[in-house]
Structure formats: C-alpha cells, structure tokens
Antibody, heavy 116, light 108 residues
Framework: EVHLVESGGGLVQPGGSLRLSCVAS????????MSWVRQAPGRGLEWVAN????????YYVDSVKGRFTVSRDNAKNSLYLQMNGLRADDAAMYYC?????????WGQGTLVTVSS | EIVLTQSPGTLSLSPGERATLSCRAS???????LNWFQQKPGQAPRLLIH???SRATGIPDRFSGSGSGTDFTLTISRLEPEDFAIYYC?????????FGQGTRLEIK
C-alpha cells in the first residue's frame, strides 16, 4: 500500500525558513516524479514544485522561484522542500504527491503557518 | 500560464441526479493533459480522471470525463451521498501546472 507522510510544518515568522520532508513507502520511489501542492486555508489548490525521478529536472511556480528548493534522496525514499524567505501568502497545507501531473497518491499534508 | 475556469461555482443537486461540471482553459490543453480531482473536507484531494477521460484506479464508473482543446467536462451519472465534495480540474500540458478554482457540489 502506498503511503506518503509529510512532516516539518509549523509556525514560522515572516522571512524565516522551514524544511518539509515526505517519506514514501509502498512503491518504487526512485521511479516516480514527485510533486508538492499547497492549499491555503479555505482556498483552492496550487502546484508548487516537482522533481524528476533522478532529481535532474526541477520546476517551480513563479511565486516561489528563488526561495524554495525541491530535492529528493532516493536512498531514503524521501522528498524535501526547503522554504526560505517565507511570506504570509506561503501559509498553507503542503501536500506531497506522487507523479508529475496526474498525481495519484497524496499525503495528508503538513501545515505551514507564517505569522509574527 | 493556462488559466482554468470552472463552472458553476456551486452546484446544488439531489442524490440520484446527474451532475455536469465544466472546466474551460484559456489556451488549448495539448495531448488532453487535463485531470479531475475530488476533495472532501479535511481530506487530501483524490485523483478521479486523468488525461481528460481515463478513470483513475478504483474510481467508480459513474464518473466520466470528456472534452478536448479548451473545453472539458466531468460527469457524474447518478449522484451518491459520498459524491458531494469540491471538484478541481488541473492541466499539466504547459508549465506552470495550474488548477481551476473548484466547483462545490452540494446536496439540494
């Protein structure tokens, strides 16, 4: 059974940093694109970033370029999102998902709150 | 970026009725790289339909997707109580990947 478990969310001040992690199990992690999608409270879904199977390609939504970095460690079946320069509009539930577009498995999310 | 506009914003129907949800793209979605997701309160989204018309694993056949180019439709043939949720379309034919704003399907 496929499982994606996110961690690392929390309360951070504007301008601060957080590193989100996602541990995957139940499938061949190294053979799949992985993505991060976020959802602000009461709002819709927003794709944030994705990363190719071997980490050689990475893509980001414009609003996080230069501030967020997606990475992975296939030996640890883990996906990461390093978030720097956090702003109030980055506050959201962050979901780890399997796939590039048709993301067929999602974690339960980790909540990021940005407030002073 | 490709903007996806979903209509209606809210759809009020009764169990057993047919639901038709629309997703219109600001530019053509090549290769029909258009997906549909369902989200219930407090839950992560679930993939229903990928590539415009292919049901994801385990999705009941009352869900169907159609369309091409800029106009796509999700149809639920006979609504079950568990189908009342928010539905999002998503395109991945051009970066950035974008979602529609969602259609809320509520019990009438």
């Amino acid at each position: 059974e496929v499982h994606l478990v996110e961690s690392g969310g929390g309360l951070v001040q504007p301008g601060g940093s957080l590193r989100l992690s996602c541990v995957a199990s139940g499938f061949s992690f190294s053979s799949n694109w992985m993505s991060w999608v976020r959802q602000a409270p009461g709002r819709g879904l927003e794709w944030v970033a994705n990363i190719k199977e071997d980490g050689s390609e990475k893509y980001y939504v414009d609003s996080v370029k230069g501030r967020f970095t997606v990475s992975r460690d296939n030996a640890k079946n883990s996906l990461y999102l390093q978030m720097n320069g956090l702003r109030a509009d980055d506050a959201a539930m962050y979901y780890c998902t399997r796939g590039f577009g048709a993301t067929d498995y999602w974690g339960q999310g980790t909540l990021v709150t940005v407030s002073s | 970026e490709i903007v996806l506009t979903q209509s209606p914003g809210t759809l009020s129907l009764s169990p057993g009725e047919r639901a038709t949800l629309s997703c219109r793209a600001s530019q053509s979605v090549s290769s029909n790289y258009l997906n549909w997701f369902q989200q219930k309160p407090g839950q992560a989204p679930r993939l229903l339909i990928h590539d415009a018309s292919s049901r994801a694993t385990g999705i009941p056949d009352r869900f169907s997707g159609s369309g091409s180019g800029t106009d796509f439709t999700l149809t639920i043939s006979r609504l079950e109580p568990e189908d009342f949720a928010i539905y999002y379309c998503q395109q991945y034919s051009r970066s950035p990947i974008t979602f529609g704003q969602g259609t809320r399907l509520e019990i009438k």
